[in-house]
Every structure is written in structure tokens, then in C-alpha cells.
């Protein structure tokens, strides 16, 4: 099993930034796929970013360059660094791990990120 535990959302203006922190605990896996994903009401889950064991990233189209994805291995922790925030960027963002070429995924609780216009 493994525990993630999200945090940093919260209430920006538009064209502002926000750091969501996701910290990883329990049986961590060697190689694995960690990332974030975001949802709104009545919407399914899209991916935003994740990134590998060994550092490589992956973004969404959608997201122009705007956010970074990054990870402490000494922390266990990945973060997303969101700048130019946009209302559209508003949504619960979840922080999700799985093991590489495995389809059994985790999920933290979730971080409401709001921004307003």
C-alpha cells in the first residue's frame, strides 16, 4: 500500500501561481509513474502532469508550458508548480502513483485549487 498526501491548494487570482506539494508514503515502488491529475464537478479525471522514477516529465497540450512538474527523492515528495494560473485551471487536483508498466494506481484525497477572474 502506498499513502499520498497532498497539499498547497487554495484561492488565487487570475495570473497568479500556486506549489501543490504530494508526499508519498508507505511501499514505494522502485520504478513508477507518480503525477497529478485534475477534476471538476460532473467531468472526469484529465491528467495534468506526471513524471517517472528517473525524471521524465509529461504534460498535458493544454497546460502552454504554464506548469512544472518536479520530485525530491529524498522526500518522497512530488510537486507542481502552477504559474499563470487561469478560472479554467480551477478544479480538485489529485496526486496519483502507480508502478511502471502496472495499472493498479493510488490516489491522495484530493487539493481544491480555485482560481478567480
Known amino acids: 500500500q502506498v499513502q499520498l498526501v497532498e497539499s498547497g491548494g487554495g484561492l488565487v487570482q487570475a495570473g497568479g501561481s500556486l506549489r501543490l506539494s504530494c508526499a508519498a508514503s508507505?511501499?514505494?515502488?522502485?520504478?513508477?509513474?507518480m503525477g497529478w491529475y485534475r477534476q471538476t464537478p460532473g467531468n472526469e479525471r484529465t491528467m495534468v502532469a506526471t513524471?517517472?522514477?528517473?525524471?521524465?516529465?509529461n504534460y498535458a497540450d493544454s497546460l502552454e508550458g504554464r506548469f512544472t512538474i518536479s520530485k525530491d527523492d529524498a522526500k518522497s515528495t512530488v510537486y507542481l508548480q502552477m504559474n499563470s494560473l487561469k478560472p479554467e485551471d480551477t478544479a480538485v487536483y489529485y496526486c496519483?502513483?502507480?508502478?511502471?508498466?502496472?495499472?493498479?494506481?493510488?490516489w491522495g484525497q484530493g487539493t481544491q485549487v480555485t482560481v478567480s477572474s
Open positions: 513524471i517517472t522514477y528517473a525524471g521524465r516529465a
Open positions: 508507505g511501499n514505494i515502488f522502485s520504478r513508477y509513474v
Open positions: 496519483t502513483i502507480r508502478e511502471l508498466y502496472k495499472d493498479e494506481r493510488y
